[in-house]
């Protein structure tokens, strides 16, 4: 039998995540501590970070700082910088990770699957020729095979490359 080594997955099983506030979305970006908190990038409306619990490596979300469940709400200022941020993060990706393809959405309410269904965010998965293996399927697990910690600086520095003002 062979063992798949992942010890961050516990604090996910055990539910108890790092949120120090009521919405991570907004408690993240105030504390202002980036690193701890895997966000490689700020825009004037938006930030941008990793999910902690990634489908696929480079999984990441696009939030606008605006807390709101309501995306109709969503003035047309933090529409644009969203979209743009995503283009800006999509283009940091094939610089760094070369992907062949991206799944791009949001999931808006808790019925449609959002599991911080208060805060809208974009998903950004970077996908590959043949990323999808017989794990998922015959043993229900998925293997992410870099460090969130490696995976944030690489991001960072190609914004900080590319996007630096």
Request: proline content about 6%.
């Amino acid at each position: 039998m062979k063992h798949l080594w992942a010890p961050w997955r516990m604090e996910y099983i055990e539910n108890e995540i790092d949120k120090p506030g009521d919405c991570i979305f907004c408690a993240f970006p105030e504390a202002h501590e980036d690193e701890k908190y895997f966000i490689p990038f700020r825009s004037e409306k938006c930030f941008v970070i990793l999910n902690k619990f990634p489908y696929n490596n480079g999984h990441v979300m696009v939030v606008p700082y605006l807390h709101t469940g309501d995306f109709l709400s969503l003035p047309a200022d933090v529409l644009l910088d969203l979209q743009q941020t995503i283009q800006k993060t999509i283009r940091v990706m094939k610089n760094i990770m070369g992907p062949h393809g991206f799944n791009v959405g949001m999931n808006i309410g808790r019925t449609a699957g959002a599991g911080i269904d208060e805060h809208l965010h974009f998903h950004i998965v970077p996908r590959w020729d043949g990323d999808t293996n017989f794990m998922p399927i015959i043993s229900d697990t998925k293997v992410v095979s870099e460090s969130l910690q490696a995976t944030f600086e690489k991001f960072k520095n190609e914004f900080n490359r590319l996007f630096s003002k």
